[in-house]
């Protein structure tokens, strides 16, 4: 439609020219060196296998699911994977709704490249039933916001949601030992995929006749080059894949150069996903412990009668704390888990206007299951957050604070008119500030 | 009555939470959450043009819906075409007659009450966008128990289990600097519907009941909506020229 070339933004003569004759002296349009990275931020969402990936400017969403499908007849015994890519007309005022474009096909083939052809992810520990049954991966990636470089992004947001992703465990019984069953999330745990290597996409792009070359393209140092090329490597230095579609030749020294400095990139960055991944792995732990207090109880029925008064206080204190500094609570209503508020979830989100009235609810019966909510091995954890309520308290008042308050929560269901529908208001400012930054 | 799954009342809504300016290419941006179900939302300003079949006397709308994975099915077109009414009546359009705002809606999360959030983001990211508007719209589900009761925001599963419920969006009343003189004449401006989609059976009773309950819940909303956005209005830069 003409009407959106009109409507693309476009680059003035003064502004490429600009960020050629900078690039001369090996500067660059954001202050970067010539190989340096922008900022990489890994989010990931509430769901397993959904991330969220910020590289300076872009903005890339990544979903995994999977799905019990037939295999491919050639290959009986292998799960499939299948990336699908979205230029979402958000990112970019050029980006069209509808069938994807050039940019986007090569994009999705070029990180089906780095993560199928060079077999990252294991197929055939998804098979189910050779010939009848395998897990298909599917990967949506939906970007964002265009800033440049969506591909290397893209790929980093396609690994972390792949290293997050849980499938449902299954087995075959049944009357014929053919039947399959997929097991409850709840009953048997998820297990993850296994990813032998991770492929990382380095992107480069050449100006001044391939004499100056920088990684990781700004959006508008895109529009001025005129040759791109990709390079797929791993931290143990296979290459993966290589894509350079069309634009000037580049000579062949220089593809080694960028071969050697992609693969020093790349160690760089699997140690970034694999330490995101890492710490998302061990909330996602921690969320989970606290389903078995009955392991725990025992040990701390003893102390418990003491420590009822001083819970007391502590609650109270938390409660009131917890209404007063909102910049310091652990209930967060965003659905990133990088924040370190989201450690200590021992209780529900606790936007519930009733938590000002604990003390005066708490029974001695409640105690015991719910201070059984921190172990040794998450006190730690527990320490760290909550230091910020109150440097003073010991670790295992905390343990039982926190668990006394999740118990409050749910003992509370006074009839309450609409009027407490609504959280106090302070509580939402916290949402309206955390939403500023 | 009995509990809700997540322990809410009948009247509880989920924790809200509204971001915005988050994309840097877009016009305007906005991210809604309720509870689970998340919502991201991208304005690009008007732009010169108008499709075939609009009017090109007047501002026109293009709403785009990505589900979070899938094709783009009967759905999504209905989704687009509600929110496509809904906002063309609260914006002024004939402030920029003969261009397109381009609205992009994009699911993160699903748990119910999906296109009250896509409705409610989509408000936040016009008015970060800076496109003139009468005044602002406030969406919320309502379900409707088989005894009659009304519950609020509903889950993913409770709006499988129940057999009624409805979408509502209200408009929120602007402050204004003149005091209006006939306002004890006139209906206040809450009273009014934008836009209503009902889901399944119910009596005429029930859905006036929706329709109280509702409209008192979208207070509680609007007045959350208003702080948010004005909070943030103080770093507002021009991104149309970019």
């Avoid at chain 1, 606790?350 to 009235?357: A, G, L, M, V």
Wanted: glycine share 6%; hydrophobic share 35%; charged share 25%.
């Amino acid at each position: 439609m003409e009407q959106r070339w009109a409507n693309t933004s476009r680059l003035t003569i003064n502004e490429k020219q600009f960020i050629e004759e900078a690039l001369r002296s090996e500067i660059r349009v954001d202050g970067r060196r010539l190989y340096d990275y922008r900022r990489l931020t890994i989010k990931f969402g509430r769901e397993d296998g959904s991330s969220e990936v910020q590289l300076g400017e872009t903005h890339v969403m990544a979903f995994v699911t999977g799905q019990l499908m037939q295999p491919y007849r050639d290959r009986p015994n292998e799960g499939t994977l299948a990336i699908f890519t979205e230029f979402s007309p958000m990112a970019d005022p050029s980006f069209e709704p509808g069938r994807p474009g050039e940019a986007a096909i090569e994009l999705g083939r070029v990180i089906d490249r780095g993560l199928r052809e060079s077999r990252a992810v294991d197929m055939e520990s998804l098979c189910v039933v050779a010939g009848k049954s395998v897990w298909a991966i599917r990967v949506d990636l939906h970007i964002i916001d265009n800033g440049g470089n969506l591909i290397d992004a893209a790929n980093i947001a396609a690994l972390s949601a792949l290293s997050t992703f849980r499938r449902p465990e299954c087995s075959v019984g049944g009357d014929d030992n053919q039947e399959i069953i997929v097991h409850d999330p709840e009953v048997r745990d998820p297990i993850p995929l296994t990813i032998h290597h991770f492929p990382i996409a380095v992107t480069f792009a050449f100006f001044h006749e391939g004499n100056t070359l920088v990684i990781d393209p700004h959006y508008k140092e895109e529009a001025v080059s005129g040759v791109r090329m990709t390079v797929t490597v791993n931290s143990n230095g296979d290459v993966c894949a290589i894509q350079k579609a069309g634009g000037e030749g580049i000579l062949s020294g220089d593809v080694m150069r960028c071969l050697r400095i992609a693969s020093l990139k790349a160690s760089e960055m699997t140690t970034k996903i694999k330490a995101a991944v890492e710490t998302y792995n061990a909330e996602v732990a921690l969320k989970k412990v606290k389903r078995h207090p009955s392991l725990i109880a025992q040990k701390i029925t003893v102390p418990d009668v003491e420590m009822k008064e001083a819970s007391f206080q502590k609650t109270k204190e938390l409660s009131a704390d917890m209404e007063n500094s909102p910049n310091q609570t652990s209930t967060s209503l965003t659905t990133t888990k990088d924040r370190d508020t989201n450690a200590s979830i021992g209780r529900p989100l606790n936007w519930d206007p009733y938590s000002s009235s604990a003390p005066a609810i708490v029974s001695s019966s409640t105690l015991p299951e719910l201070v059984g909510t921190s172990k040794d091995a998450n006190e730690d954890q527990m320490m760290q957050t909550d230091e910020e309520y109150d440097p003073n308290l010991k670790k295992d008042q905390i343990g039982s604070a926190t668990g006394v308050s999740s118990g409050i929560h749910k003992q509370n269901s006074p009839p309450k008119s609409l009027k407490d529908a609504v959280k106090p208001k302070h509580k939402r400012k916290k949402n309206a500030e955390r939403g500023a930054r | 009555m009995e509990d809700r799954t997540d322990g809410r009342n009948a009247n509880q809504l989920r924790p809200l939470g509204c971001s915005r300016n988050i994309l840097n290419r877009a016009h305007g941006s906005a991210r809604w959450s309720q509870g689970n179900t998340i919502v991201l939302a991208a304005v690009y300003g008007p732009k010169s043009g108008t499709k075939k079949g609009e009017n090109p006397e007047k501002a026109s709308f293009e709403v785009i819906w990505k589900p979070k994975t899938g094709q783009i099915g009967k759905q999504e077109r209905e989704y687009e075409m509600i929110l496509k009414r809904t906002l063309q009546s609260i914006c002024l359009v004939n402030v920029h007659p003969n261009t397109t705002t381009s609205v992009i809606v994009q699911v993160v999360g699903d748990d119910g009450s999906l296109l009250p959030c896509a409705i409610n983001a989509s408000c936040a990211a016009l008015v970060d966008a800076g496109i003139p508007m009468k005044h602002l719209a406030v969406s919320i589900s309502c379900g409707l128990m088989e005894e009659g009761s009304i519950i609020l925001d509903l889950t993913k599963s409770e709006e499988e289990k129940l057999k009624a419920f409805a979408y509502l969006v209200f408009p929120n009343s602007p402050l204004s600097v003149i005091d209006k003189v006939h306002s004890s004449k006139e209906e206040p401006i809450e009273h009014g519907i934008i836009t209503s989609v009902s889901y399944g059976a119910m009596p005429v009773s029930g859905y006036f009941d929706c329709l109280e309950r509702g409209r008192a819940a979208s207070a509680a909303i609007s007045e959350f909506l208003r702080r948010s956005l004005q909070k943030q209005s103080s770093d507002d830069a021009s991104r149309a020229a970019q």
